[in-house]
């Protein structure tokens, strides 16, 4: 992070900090990790830092002398105060005005400085820096689910993202259907996913944990519903998860595709697909064709049915950790 | 046409249809509610019409209301409008509370219902109740104020109102027939696009905003004209009272913010209706541009909405300060940048849209500029309140709870300008309680003090005080308790517009802010028993002199009510708080010499007749009954051609009527015991204001 | 006003028309009030257009759909009532007889019917091209952008129609000025819009043609 923090000793003197530790303390209740004042990331903990810095500093620049002198004023000079003086024409006077406009605009300079650097620091875009390469991850947004996919392991997954503690990862988002807002609050941001275009969102699991996953952006009737969990999870621990999903899995193809595609919980969709292997609250899915991503962009944008280009063989041969080689990235990137 | 002459319109339109045919637990709650809201409408509409009947209003209602162009009238229909809109929303609002509250796995209300509540909760507050509510109150004080006799286009005023009532009355007839939208008062696409809300709902939510948005329109350039061409003499810019400015701001805001949303929703309509590819996923359609468009209206808009509530409050605190407004160059100079600044910070509703960083920091810098205009009048009212006589009557404990309330909501405001913060509490109930905390005591405590500040103007007897009192209490702490852990929830990851949730932690802050609906009912409720009661005791609180506050601009200066014409003779003004310099000066209350014939508009029938046509038309394009919307279209366009030829469109009040009514309130000031500022709340008050310091020796 | 100072930008009627002139100022203010208005929807269209210049979705675009020639002749068809509606407001400016103040007003209608009818005809022969709204978002946003111009200018002459029918029935009048001088107002800002979508909508469209 590019900016100081302030005031981390003067933090619990402030009512304001003290509903974010309730909130916190509430959040721990919970067996999915909730929230970012709880954060398993490095970009929560850089946003969960942030917010504490600067609801400190507004506390005590802005906040506390409105309740100090607001309060004193009404009482000094209520109507009964006889003694108070009364000054009924006194409308001017010339450096409280300039302080009046001065202390805002010092205290707005100030964030303005903090604001830019962080947004360049934190842009959801922005590559996680890190020794290890980042892995890549394609999410596509259905009603009301989410469908993550690993172009380089060749395996997808529903109700479940599986990621390597320590190693960033890179998403890239597309929307089968309408605008939909991918979150995992313990680790980072969150990023539109939209039809026939593509965003991106960096995070990164600091530690093992089971966090909460959600869709923000109201989607009809299953919105409550589209939830998954984030499971970070030790390097040799993901190799097991993707072996897994790779014997496990649901065969995808196109028929698999459009059971993903009705409008359908998760649930509704796991009761689908029991029949060819699915049990559980997540599924996994095998064969995942490298283009599979590329195509729902093109097929959502145009309007056209639905075609997977038969060129899942080489994705399926690409083992963990390789590089992006394949699958070639849809509409470029930003960078 | 003719194989279907109702359009789509079907008995399934019903509420309680789907009920009836399939009866499982789930359904009937959801349709025994809908079924029940639908009765109170329908009844309510029954009782009305049976009251006004049975009293024999209905030519009254028409002749003296409905018709009138006089910007009272239209001001007084206006606040009916809100409150009863209000009404509506706010058990909305205490239905979801509910629903939220046992909301750990399921609740009570379908999705789908619940969809539909926020969705017009949210469409309601905005262009409902919070609109019609400060166009009402400026329609009333601003022609007063600047010495007037009434706005620039009476007419179009009530025009104006037609549409407001014709869009509201359009979200109220989607309780008995069909289904609201469940698309958000945003209605953000592809969501609304026929594709995924192929039902009525999103047409009821576009036509009702559009009829709105007319309105709105009309009005703003009404407001702007009116300040500009029809101030008293000497009432120059710089002394006009500083609600009246923000009235400006406002109005000018109206002209250039309402077109992208007329132009957001029109193209949604031909999406939808005609097959169109402006927002679609496919063939080129990109729902970033309505994203853009909308909240290019939806920004300034919330600027519409909250600038008149400063106004409100720069009168009231410097009125019950008993002081000059300090700083009033400086809140004019923060009022006008603060307009200018909102049509530079769009964007932040959707940090999370993709573009780069350098947008978004620009964005969140620009959004926090307005911090500082804002701060400054914040700072600016207690520097008004130092070395004042503060009275702490109901207008001025909601000012109180404001300016504090105010001050968390804006910095909730600053947290989300901050890009790297809105990516984590962006779309979750942190924003929820953000805009609330701005929204209901910024502008809804600002209309309410408003409506207690003039109700003895318009209505010449006082609100009760003590009825007053209980319910900005129940207002302030039931807001507090409703929205605070909301603030708490949406940091523990819990989005908005959810129906129902698995995570136990949600419980005790939702049931807390469930208490919190339930007294602001209860607020609301006691404004209903204190109307109830200062009517029962209007006798007693007469304040026909016209001056119960020791008011400081020209509205006080007349009676209450005043005439239709306003002032007997228009005012010369000599400098800032007109009023105040007159009663200084001697020169208030005299008799106006000589008297004139005042020349007032007549009766129109073009409001009511284009607010008919408007709904009809709106509700033919809902149901697809073509015949009504060509039929009504012919109608609207006839009645603007028949309205071109009128000719005989003023009446004359006479100047001996002038000078006898006059004369009548001249008696009632001479019979007038002038009574110091801590009686201004008991029965003494007739009026007639007495100066402060020597009510202070006494 | 008293001093005869012109306070609204356009025709004046001058102190000979003294209680007219009078009450024109707030109508007259109020009437640029609203078109600055209308020019922000005007504005978005346009914004709708441009951005949406790229989003033909493999259909027909600019190149394949504009007519130059016909767009042409619908600018100086427009331009030309302008100038008649010109002539139209010189004669009850300074009094000319009633009879050449409707004739010039009948010869701007006409023009007007023209362009809305050359318009229509350029629609026809886009369709079939298979130039139709449904078609992508860009054919979308020209279909909205255009389209409201000739709406406008529709209104414009039903408007005109309105007002003949008033100089009939009453002869020049407070009402009928004051509406003349409004609708003179609007006619010449349709003319502005109408060069506003000639050079961003057809020129560019058609020079990408012959490049």
Redesign the interface.
Known sequence: MGFKSIGRGTRVAIAATG??E???S?????SVR????DPHGPV?Q??HD??LD??VL??IF??LP??V??PW??WR????A?R??????????GP??VA??G???V??AL??I???R???A?????RIASSVAPMRVEVIGYDWKWLFIYPDEGVASIGELALPVGRPIALTLT?A???Q?L?I??L?????A????V??LNLEASEAGRF?G???????????QQ?FTAVAMTPTAFLGWVRHARTQGVPMNLSALALIARRSTQGELVAALTSRGAAGGSVYFKDVPASLFSAVVAT????KPMTIPADSAAATNGTPGAAATTADMPMGQ?R | MLAHPFGRLRLQALPFWDMLQHPSKGVVINGIIATGAALMVVLGGIVTVALISRYRLWRVLWSQWLTSPDHKKIGVMYVVLAFVMLIRALLEALLMRAQQAYGLGGGFLTPNHFAQLFSTHGTIMIFFMAMPFLTGIINYVMPLQIGARDVSFPVLNSISLALTAAGAALVMISLVLGTFSTGGWLGYPPYTEASFSPGVGPDYWIWALTLSSLGSTFTGINFAVTIYKKRAPGMTLMRLPLFTWTALCTSILMIFAMPPLTVATAQLALDRYLGFHFFTNDLGGNMMHFANMFWLFGHPEVYILILPAFGVYSETISTFSGKALFGYRSLVVATMAIGVLSFTVWLHHFFTMGQGADLNAAFGVATMLIGIPTGVKIYDWMWTMFRGRIRFSVPMIYAMGFMLLFVLGGLSGVLLADPVIDYQVHNSVFLVAHFHNVAVPGLLFGMIAAYHFWFPKAFGFRLDERGGKVSAVCWILGFMLAFFPLYALGLMGMPRRTVAYTEPAYVPLETVAFFGAILVVAALCALGVQLWVSIKHRHANRVFVGDPWDGRSLEWSISAPPPEYNFAAIPVVTDRDAFTVMKESGAAYTAAVPFEDIEVPRNSALGPVLGAAGFAIAFGLVWHIWWMVIIFGTIVITAMIVRGFARNTSRVVTAEEVRRQHQHWMDAVARAEPIARDKETTSANEGLAMPIDTGAEQ | MSDGIAKHPGLNLGPGHGKDDAAAEGLMFGFWVFMMSDAILFGMVFATYLTSLSATAGGPGASQLYDLTSTFVETLLLLASSFTFGMASLAMKYRHSERRLVAWLLVTLLLGLAFIGVELHDFASMAAKGGVPTRSGFLSAFFDLVPLHGLHVAAGCLWMIALLGQLVRYGVDTKAKLGIMRLALFWHFLDIIWIAIFSVVYLPGCMHAIG
């Not at chain 1, 000079?77 to 009964?80: A, E, G, N």
């Not at chain 1, 939209?194 to 275009?197: D, F, N």
Request: hydrophobic content about 45%; some cysteine; aromatic content about 14%.
């Open positions: 509903l974010l309730l909130a916190s509430l959040a721990g209740c919970s909730l929230g970012f004042l929560a850089s946003q942030q917010l600067v609801v507004l506390a802005v906040a409105i309740f002198i607001l004023f009404a000079y209520r109507y009964r006889r108070a003086r009364y000054a009924p024409k006194w409308s001017y006077y409280l005005e009046t406009w202390g805002p605009l205290i707005v964030l303005s903090l604001v830019w962080s947004t360049h934190l842009d959801p875009y922005r929307s259907t309408v605008m807002s979150q609050p313990a980072g941001s969150q990023i539109y939209m039809g026939g275009m965003t991106q909460l959600e869709n923000t952006m109201y989607n009809g009737d299953g919105f409550h939830h959502t944008g145009t309007g930003r």
